[in-house]
């Protein structure tokens, strides 16, 4: 009675996982511009780059937790775009470090020299820039559409 039991909770396991494997999405945000960049040129995607600062900002964290969190803007952007986040935290227990705070304000100084937050900006798979735009209210779909109506008019 102990095998069968440890064996079926073993194959659930096994089978949870490997559904969860399958349904995760591929796409990742990465923390480095020329790293985005140089996937944007591999893939001919566009790039959608967010700074936040994920610790002081209400609209950043409802864009975060509204639409960036969400499965289905990560399923939306798999095939759509590379992702790149950059963050600005203010308090001390959310501090980046030496080096990735350094590849932000290198970021920051390139895309976002008026220190908008949030802001996110739309770069062609070459690094030219195709939109501005920030947080709007909506939620996924809202997002992924206007997001759509933006790289529509490049």
Same mark, same amino acid.
Do not use: H, I
């Given at each position: 009675?102990? @095998?069968?039991? /440890?064996?079926?909770?073993?194959?659930a396991?096994?089978?949870?996982?490997?559904?969860?494997?399958?349904?995760?999405?591929?796409t #990742?945000?990465?923390?480095?511009?020329? @790293?985005?960049?140089?996937?944007? &040129?591999?893939?001919?995607?566009?790039?959608l780059?967010?700074?936040?600062?994920? !610790?002081? %900002?209400?609209? %950043?964290?409802?864009? &975060?937790?509204?639409?960036? !969190?969400?499965?289905?803007?990560?399923?939306?952007? &798999?095939d +759509?775009?590379?992702l790149?986040?950059f963050?600005?935290?203010?308090? +001390?227990?959310?501090?980046?470090?030496k080096d990735? @705070?350094?590849?932000?304000?290198?970021a920051?100084?390139? /895309?976002?020299?008026?220190?908008?937050?949030? #802001?996110v900006?739309l770069?062609?798979?070459?690094? &030219?820039?195709?939109?501005r735009?920030?947080?709007?209210?909506?939620?996924?779909?809202?997002?992924?559409?206007?997001? !759509?109506? /933006?790289l #529509?008019?490049?």
């Amino acid at each position: 009675m102990r @095998t069968y039991l /440890l064996s079926g909770l073993a194959a659930a396991f096994f089978a949870t996982a490997s559904a969860a494997a399958q349904t995760a999405p591929a796409t #990742a945000w990465t923390s480095s511009l020329p @790293t985005a960049l140089e996937q944007a &040129k591999a893939s001919q995607k566009p790039v959608l780059v967010v700074f936040s600062g994920s !610790d002081w %900002c209400k609209p %950043c964290m409802q864009l &975060k937790q509204e639409v960036f !969190d969400q499965p289905e803007f990560m399923q939306y952007a &798999k095939d +759509k775009f590379v992702l790149a986040r950059f963050d600005f935290p203010r308090n +001390k227990k959310n501090a980046l470090s030496k080096d990735q @705070t350094k590849l932000n304000e290198s970021a920051a100084a390139q /895309l976002n020299k008026e220190g908008a937050f949030p #802001a996110v900006v739309l770069l062609s798979p070459e690094g &030219k820039v195709l939109a501005r735009t920030g947080y709007r209210p909506g939620g996924v779909a809202a997002y992924d559409a206007y997001l !759509d109506q /933006l790289l #529509a008019k490049k």
